[in-house]
């Protein structure tokens, strides 16, 4: 199966611990976009990668968050410090690169990584 | 603010009948769109998308209307299935080859489709 993986599915932690979410696009896709969907609202951009490059990230990323892809395939994402107000999904998408045949807005999601902080 | 908008969180249809879920925005600089279909604890998948420059776009069951002048797209669904049960989002994102395609969503439309 060649989709976007996302690692651990689900993730239960105490408020101050550190958490780190993978993600594996899928393996011809250079871009990798993070999002966060929390209860009765659509995914939130929070950051972009054009190969190891980090080029955008929301306002939504506070300094708690980082974001690194380091060789250009898979990517993590950690949050020090938890709060219980980041409690929500974490989603994954990727997309294919210009004048591939697809289209770069057409993004394919993972299954997301569920975030409880207790 | 609230740039895409999904007005209906829930909608029931008869299975065989059509489902129609609307979506309206606000930003003008918004030029492809998208539809994504979720089932519980999965990730939003890709149904159709549309271009600005058409108003139309139909794959199988599924067609994507978009009224450009008054910021406005709808997913047709026909006929409906009991399989198309999910949550729908609509989503938006300015239509360039080397820009950011950071998507926009709306909240998303639960579709119910009753046997």
């Known amino acids: 199966d060649t989709g976007v993986s996302q690692n651990p599915r689900h993730k239960i932690t105490k408020r101050g611990q550190n958490v780190t979410f993978r993600c594996d696009p899928i393996?011809?896709?250079?871009?990798l976009y993070w999002y966060r969907q929390t209860l009765g609202q659509g995914p939130e951009f929070l950051t972009y990668?054009?190969?190891?490059?980090?080029?955008?990230k929301s306002r939504l990323l506070s300094d708690r968050f980082s974001a690194e892809r380091p060789k250009g395939s898979f990517s993590t994402l950690e949050i020090q410090r938890t709060e219980q107000g980041d409690s929500a999904m974490y989603l994954c998408?990727?997309?294919?690169?210009?004048?591939?045949?697809?289209?770069?807005?057409?993004?394919?999601f993972g299954p997301g990584t569920r975030l409880t902080v207790l | 603010d609230q740039q895409v908008k999904q007005n209906s969180p829930s909608l029931s249809v008869q299975e065989g009948r059509i489902s129609i879920l609307n979506c309206d925005y606000t930003n003008s600089m918004f030029d492809y769109f998208l539809w994504y279909k979720k089932y519980p604890a999965e990730g939003p998948t890709f149904l159709i998308s549309?271009?600005?420059?058409?108003d139309k776009n139909e794959d199988g069951r599924f067609t994507v209307f978009l009224n450009k002048s008054a910021k406005h797209l709808s997913l047709h669904i026909v006929p409906s299935q009991p399989g198309d049960s999910a949550v729908y989002f609509c989503?938006?994102?300015?239509?360039?080859?080397?820009?950011?395609?950071?998507?926009?969503f709306g909240t998303g439309t639960r579709l119910t489709i009753i046997p």
């Open positions: 990668f054009q190969n190891e490059a980090q080029l955008e």
């Open positions: 393996s011809e896709h250079n871009r």
């Open positions: 549309i271009s600005s420059i058409k």
């Open positions: 989503a938006a994102s300015p239509d360039v080859l080397f820009g950011n395609e950071k998507l926009t």
């Open positions: 998408a990727s997309s294919f690169p210009p004048f591939s045949g697809g289209k770069l807005n057409e993004q394919f």
